[in-house]
C-alpha cells in the first residue's frame, strides 16, 4: 500500500501562484510514477500532470501547459506541483496519485491521496 497525503492548497487570487505537496509512505517511493488530478464542482475527476519514477519524464494535460510544472524529490518521497498564472477554472480539489506503470497513472492510478482544495478567485 501507498499513502498520499496533499498539502498546500488555498485561496489564491487569479494570476496568483501555489505549491502542493504530497508526501508518500509505505513503499519505495521511486518505484513509483507520481501524478495530479483535479475535480471541480459538478465535473468529472480530470487529468493534470504525471512525472516518471527519476522525474526525467513529465505529461501535461493541455490546459495546465505552460503554467504548471510537476516535480518530485525521491530522497523525500514527496512530489510537487508548482501552480502559476492561476485562473479561476483552475478551482478544483487536487488529488495526488500514483501508479507503477506510467500509462495508469494517467489514466486510472492504483493509489489516490484525499485531496487538497485550490480556489481562485477572479
Known amino acids: 500500500q501507498v499513502q498520499l497525503v496533499e498539502s498546500g492548497g488555498g485561496l489564491v487570487q487569479a494570476g496568483g501562484s501555489l505549491r502542493l505537496s504530497c508526501a508518500a509512505s509505505?513503499?519505495?517511493?521511486?518505484?513509483?510514477?507520481m501524478g495530479w488530478f483535479r475535480q471541480a464542482p459538478g465535473k468529472e475527476r480530470e487529468f493534470v500532470t504525471a512525472i516518471s519514477r527519476s522525474g526525467g519524464v513529465t505529461t501535461y494535460a493541455d490546459s495546465v501547459k505552460g503554467r504548471f510544472t510537476i516535480s518530485r524529490d525521491n530522497a523525500k518521497n514527496t512530489v510537487y506541483l508548482e501552480m502559476n498564472s492561476l485562473k479561476p477554472e483552475d478551482t478544483a480539489v487536487y488529488y495526488c496519485a500514483a501508479d507503477q506503470v506510467y500509462s495508469d497513472c494517467v489514466r486510472r492510478p492504483g493509489y489516490w491521496g484525499q485531496g487538497t482544495q485550490v480556489t481562485v478567485s477572479s
Open positions: 509505505g513503499r519505495t517511493f521511486s518505484n513509483y510514477v
